[in-house]
């Protein structure tokens, strides 16, 4: 079955880095798009990051130029990496596979506060 396993969120401040990990298991990775999310209390579940089979990606207008997403089909591991990271970043962290529907991972809370 497919699972897809989030790592590497924490509480961090204002300005600093983290990298998200999502290790994917149960489908063929290499051909499908896979895509980071996330959700902030009371608010709805947004798209930040997408990377597909050709590593062609895109990103929300929040995170161009400080979050970079990434993927290594030979570890079946989806990566994003985020930089410059402001408190509006706070919130919990999706790892997503569309396969004749949406598969997601058990999410990883990223907090950013000073």
């Known amino acids: 079955q497919v699972q897809l396993v989030e790592s590497g969120g924490g509480l961090v401040q204002p300005g600093d880095s983290l990298r998200l990990s999502c290790a994917a298991s149960g489908f063929i990775f290499s051909i499908y798009t896979m895509a980071w999310y996330r959700q902030a209390p009371g608010k709805r579940r947004e798209l930040v990051a997408a990377i597909t089979s050709v590593a062609s990606t895109n990103y929300a207008d929040s995170v161009k130029g400080r979050f970079t997403i990434s993927r290594d089909n030979a570890k079946n591991t989806v990566y994003l990496q985020m930089n410059s990271l402001k408190p509006e970043d706070t919130a919990v962290y999706y790892c997503?596979?569309?396969?004749?529907?949406?598969?997601w991972g058990q999410g990883t809370q990223v907090t950013v506060s000073s």
């Open positions: 997503n596979v569309k396969i004749l529907g949406d598969y």
